[in-house]
């Protein structure tokens, strides 16, 4: 699976969209991007995740470079219960086998209210 | 919609003791996999079941060895426990192997090696 590069961490004032960026330039055609995010003590939460489109749900929108080499992680309007660890992934399917999946540092993101 | 249940939360035992660890996958979800997170090594895979086999399996001692039910619900269990098996192990679930359906994850049992 591609490596990504995250930044260690960032802040975001509360009420204001957190824009968590992502970097695989070493992404191929079958690896889906995957967002992840592990508050303290809880297990890791699944997000959001898309192969080239830009996607939308409850939690958050991913957008994905036309090249796909790097993606963004928006969360329209932090919450004090966004702040977490947020992890990126890339991770590709071979038939019949669930690929593990592997975390990176992550960026930790604190909501500042 | 119930999300992955692991039971117990937390669990302290000693060195040489054995442990079995329970998951219970979300309503038809059918692959279960098992990570264990420290600080030092991060999420490591363990191994991973569906429909009752064991399909992919990560890089620990045979110590560490799984099933899977009839009703997809899993075990983990670790034998003769070291102090390095300390850890948050975690479940997550998915549809099917093979599939871009993503894992979701339990809250993990805290295990901690006295």
């Known amino acids: 699976d591609a490596k990504t590069t995250q930044p260690p961490s960032m802040d975001c004032a509360e009420g204001r969209a957190a824009n968590l960026p992502c970097n695989h330039s070493?992404?191929?055609?079958?690896?889906?991007v995957y967002w992840y995010r592990q508050i303290h003590s809880q297990g890791p939460q699944y997000i959001i995740h898309g192969l080239k489109n830009n996607e939308t749900n409850e939690m958050a929108s991913l957008i994905i470079t036309e090249d796909r080499k790097s993606s963004t992680l928006i969360l329209p309007h932090a919450t004090l219960r966004d702040t977490a660890v947020y992890y990126c992934?890339?991770?590709?399917?071979?038939?019949?086998?669930?690929?593990?999946?592997?975390f990176g540092s992550g960026t930790q993101l604190t909501v500042l209210p | 919609k119930a999300g992955v249940t692991q039971t117990p939360r937390y669990l302290i035992k000693t060195r040489g003791q054995q442990v079995t660890l329970s998951c219970s996958p979300i309503?038809?979800?059918?692959?279960v996999s098992w990570y264990q997170q420290t600080p030092g090594q991060g999420l490591q895979f363990l191994f991973e079941y569906f429909s009752e086999t064991q399909r992919n399996k990560g890089n620990f001692p045979g110590r560490f060895s799984g099933r899977q039910f009839s009703n997809s619900r899993s075990e983990m269990n670790v034998s003769t426990l070291e102090l390095g098996d300390s850890a948050l192990y975690l479940c997550?679930?998915?549809?099917?192997?093979?599939?871009?359906?993503?894992?979701?994850f339990g809250d993990g049992t805290r295990l901690s090696i006295l």
């Open positions: 309503s038809g979800h059918r692959s």
């Open positions: 997550a679930s998915s549809l099917a192997g093979g599939t871009n359906q993503p894992q979701h």
């Open positions: 992934i890339v991770r590709v399917f071979s038939s019949g086998s669930a690929r593990q999946l592997t």
């Open positions: 070493t992404i191929s055609g079958n690896e889906y």
